[in-house]
């Protein structure tokens, strides 16, 4: 199975700040990832997919990019709403796996 | 509003069987594949299972196999799990969610429901 490994595992951060979340395929992905929001006692929801493409409906500020390995989800202009839990998810192929998540706190 | 609702979780004991159930509504439920996914207290998130639009292609965690089945219905909108010999480790929230269609043959995750908590406690 493809192992998906997120750095760091947690950061601090302020609202207006510029956070960027690694993601490291264990092998080529192409641009198979997405990115998902997790806020405490409920569900995750998708944010990017095909590594780039913003899902509808979320706010510009968040992005991603890369392909290959190497993937990165940057939130600009941090909002009080975006302090969650982040997870990358390959879909290349079965099985899809989540990286270890990436808590973003308040500083 | 597109929705998938999850039911049938609970408390069993280990070696037992629970039956999950997912109904969808407000799309074509039968265009699109489903999954299940599920999170223990405090950790992150696990796969579980995937069935096709038609049921053709299933697919399951190493860690489920032989133990877990998705099947579906259609006809009703409904998704399932059924979960027998059930192990501590298989406490979780379990959650529904739809794939995308954008023609691949794995896609993201974009419809999820609000998850139904299954316990398995002596």
Redesign the interface.
């Known amino acids: 199975?493809i192992q998906m490994t997120q750095s760091p595992s947690s950061l601090s951060a302020s609202v207006g700040d510029t956070v960027t979340i690694t993601c490291r395929a264990s092998q080529d992905i192409r641009n198979?990832l997405?990115w998902?929001q997790?806020k405490p006692g409920?569900?995750?929801?998708?944010l990017i997919?095909?590594a780039s493409s913003l899902?509808t409906g979320v706010p510009s500020r968040f992005s991603g990019s890369g392909s290959g390995t190497d993937f990165s989800l940057t939130i600009s202009r941090l909002q009080p709403e975006d302090f969650a839990t982040y997870?990358c998810?390959h879909?290349?192929?079965?099985?899809?796996?989540?990286?270890?998540?990436t808590k973003v706190e308040f500083k | 509003e597109v929705q998938l609702v999850e039911s049938g979780g609970g408390l069993v004991k280990p070696g037992g069987s629970l039956r999950l159930s997912c109904a969808a509504s407000q799309f074509t439920f039968s265009s699109y594949n489903m999954n299940w996914v599920r999170q223990a207290p405090g950790k992150g998130l696990e796969w579980v299972s995937s069935i096709s639009s038609s049921s053709n292609n299933i697919y399951y965690a190493d860690s489920v196999k032989g133990r877990f089945t998705i099947s579906r219905d259609n006809a009703k909108n409904s998704v399932f799990l059924q979960m027998n010999s059930l192990r501590v480790e298989d406490t979780a929230v379990y959650y529904c969610t739809r794939e995308a269609i954008r023609g691949g043959r794995l896609d993201a995750f974009d419809i999820w429901g609000q998850g139904t908590m299954v316990t398995v406690s002596s």
Do not use: E, M, R, V
């Open positions: 199975a198979d997405g998902y997790q409920k569900a995750p929801k998708l997919y095909g899902q997870y998810q879909d290349y192929d079965y099985p899809p796996t989540f990286g270890q998540g």
